[in-house]
């Protein structure tokens, strides 16, 4: 690793100006959670000071004029800096919400990882709160926690490097000054935590196997967080900045954002036969129009009868609806690197979009924290979909279909070859292990998942060495 000396001295000042002393995580001693603990009777949030004054306003940085700016925000050669400023009163409301919604802060005792039992149906609260970067503010910014098991887990760990999603015009009824306020041309984003990720590199280094290997995908970036909520900035460890599909990635990698987008969440989302119902298919655009005719017609092909007594026809008409191309290169990319928290284990974390160009669904990855590892629970699945349990349509009908099964097979020999070539990939987690190792080391106890700084370190062998077996697995199965 390259000693960055100079941007460990800088964190240190930035890190000292906090009102109390700061705890490396390597060091034995517990900070207080008493500020997570602490409740107010409302978890309303309060909007006030209706009368200020935008001044750091800008064309370029505030306004939906400007076009996303990818260069300034999606840096992978910097690790940048966001720091939010919430009013304390807001603060306690948002841990109050918290409370309410996953218990008592620190409640489950068994560190990183161990929590998670509780869950919501509800979304965390909005606050509005000051956003600044680079000396300049974003005004009364809507921020709220979120996540599903990482965020009970961390909740019930008593860790409060919670995720974090951003609407930069949640509050623009309420403060008209910021109407279509936008971060350098995005509206939102989502600022992962990396929970239970040693090495802190899987978010972002999944969705650039993704996208390098020609899927739509959010772009991701590294950025520490510093949050004040009126004792001065605390700092809340090392970050992930993740696009977020329903703003810019629909308009910027495909025609246009103009198709229906959806959400899939638990009942439906596998697929299976007659499980469609309209709650599984959140609709993330055109909210307004009742319509799931592209989602119906999906299932109705995929499960038509033609599956077994014509399958030429078969595959016609899915390939109508659905582009099985796209999901193949999916499929395949996701099972080499293994990313278990998603479809063929669980009915959550991708999204389907209408592509205008196509008008054919197009499956778009997400969440990918839990990737590049062998998995948890009934673990990744097998290249050959071996250890498939459950009712899995997509994955099933498709491999079992000699045509689709070797457009798979093509996209995993295309996939080991390229973006996740053994040297290359090692290589690229080398360059962001010594990106970001001054800030990974340098977290505090209570806003970190690793146990000591030497965590780090473990991290990046393992998914080094994680690279290497699925090279040796890719030649098994094409074997």
Known sequence: MKNSTIKIALLFIAISIASYVHISCSDDETISDADATETTETTDAVVDDLDFTPTDWTTETHSKDADPNYTEVFDN???????????????????????????????????????????SDEDPIFVPASVFYNGKEWYKVGIRFKGNSSLSSAWESGILKLSFKLDFDEYEDDYPQIKNQRFYGFKKFSLKNNYDDDALL???????????????????????????????????????????????????????????????????????????????FEKKTNEDEADWSDVKAVFSALHASTRTTDPAAWRAGLDAVFDTDVFLNYLAVNTVIQNWDTYGRMEHNYYLYNNPSTNKLTWIPWDNNEALQSGKQQGALNLNFSNLSGDWPLISYLYADSVYKAKYDAYVKATIDGPFETTYIQGVYDTYADLIEPYATTEVKGYSFLSSSSSFYSGISTI??????????????LK
């Open 464 to 477: 080094k060495s994680h690279a290497s077996s699925r090279a040796s697995a890719v030649t098994t199965y």
């Open 77 to 119: 050669t910097v690790v940048k800096r966001l720091d939010f400023v919430v009013s304390n009163t807001n603060w306690k409301a948002m841990l109050t919400d918290m409370t309410s919604l996953y218990g008592t802060f620190g409640s489950s005792n068994s560190g990183p990882g161990g929590g998670g039992t509780s869950f």
């Open 202 to 280: 899987r978010e972002k280094v999944a969705a650039e196997i993704f996208k390098n290997a020609g899927l739509a995908v959010s772009n991701t970036s590294f950025y520490t967080l510093y949050v004040d909520y009126g004792d001065g900035p605390q700092y809340f460890g090392l970050y992930t900045l993740v696009e977020e599909i329903d703003d810019t990635v629909i308009d910027t990698q495909f025609s246009s954002g103009d198709g229906n987008l959806y959400k899939p969440e638990d009942d439906g989302a596998n697929f299976a036969n007659g499980s469609f119902n309209e709650d599984g």
